[in-house]
């Protein structure tokens, strides 16, 4: 049995081969801090009508439940920022939602990685998640290393910003953790707060869902967006990236390599009146392996709806 170092500098190794631009790891303990902040937010009622936030609690901040026996939590980091841009006149969707489902690309490599560890270190008991379980990615990030928690909510690096996406992966394996990342590098910066069109960040790092934009045109199951955020909306069809565009650190966001992530043509060039008139035949073909289709034709054009202020 090779040592915990080398397991740890294979795994590395082998994550950025398979295309994740980071890799970090942490040991697998109760989240005692994030437990009474979650606790907390969720009393405001800032998960809105998210009532999944509310299940599998302890589940949540104890990845030792998630997978009986675990010792590390290997966070991983893949980059979505694209290299092509909407056309100006395009109602904007959200640049993660450009291309291929994140959730069906990265699967795919939790999987290749899960089964290097499997061929060359042993049969280990482990799973991987992607946005699909009670798990807190940004806490685990932050537990590895990876970066810092932004005003925003979002994990920041200053590598590269913020536009990438987070897995995560939890094995009974022994590895050696990294040093967690302990300093917050917004300073003063209140860029992304004052952006907002919504007033969705109500104080550092902390989001009230239930005005943010990407929960308005995704999350939501409502069959209207309230007209109190109808002139708030900016031309946000899917999702929003405000909060990220006007952050500094994102001006060192470098275009991602991954294939599938290349965008739908129909994303970046359609006017909203396409998306007014399509039909729900060309939506469910186009966008079959698209991230719109968790918000279905129904939300689009109840979005549309928003955005033209009807």
């Not at 936030?53 to 026996?69: A, C, N, S, T, W």
């Not at 932004?150 to 953790?177: E, P, R």
């Not at 550092?204 to 990407?214: L, V």
């Amino acid at each position: 049995m090779l040592s915990a170092e080398k397991n740890t500098k294979a795994i590395k190794q082998e994550a950025i081969r398979l295309g994740f631009n980071t890799c970090g790891i942490a040991k697998a303990v109760q989240l005692d801090d994030d437990a009474v902040r979650l606790e907390q937010w969720l009393k405001k009622g800032h998960n809105s009508g998210m009532q999944y936030m509310e299940r599998y609690f302890d589940l949540r901040i104890d990845p030792r439940k998630l997978v009986p026996g675990a010792k590390s939590v290997i966070t991983l980091l893949l980059n979505y920022f694209p290299v092509q841009q909407q056309q100006p006149l395009a109602p904007k969707i959200a640049t993660y939602a450009y291309g291929t489902d994140y959730h069906y690309v990265i699967k795919d490599k939790l999987n290749q990685l899960l089964q290097f560890i499997t061929d060359n270190i042993g049969v280990v008991d482990g799973r991987g998640f992607v946005d699909s379980a009670p798990v807190l990615e940004r806490s685990w990030a932050v537990r590895s290393g990876l970066g810092w928690v932004g005003k925003n909510g979002n994990l920041l690096t200053k590598h590269s910003g913020s536009f990438f996406f987070i897995a995560t992966l939890i094995t009974d394996l022994n590895l050696v953790a990294d040093a967690p990342f302990v300093t917050d590098h917004c300073g003063t910066c209140t860029r992304c707060i004052d952006a907002c069109p919504t007033q969705a960040i109500v104080s550092p790092t902390e989001i009230d869902a239930g005005k943010c934009i990407s929960y308005l045109t995704i999350e939501l199951k409502d069959a209207l967006i309230p007209t109190e955020f109808h002139e708030k909306m900016e031309g946000w069809l899917f999702g929003c990236d405000i909060c990220q565009d006007v952050c500094p650190w994102n001006r060192f966001s470098k275009p991602n390599t991954e294939p599938a992530f290349t965008p739908i043509p129909e994303i970046l060039n359609l006017s909203l009146k396409e998306w007014e008139t399509m039909t729900e035949e060309m939506f469910n073909k186009t966008f079959k392996n698209s991230p719109l289709k968790r918000t279905k034709w129904k939300g689009i054009q109840r979005n549309v709806k928003a955005i033209n202020k009807i």
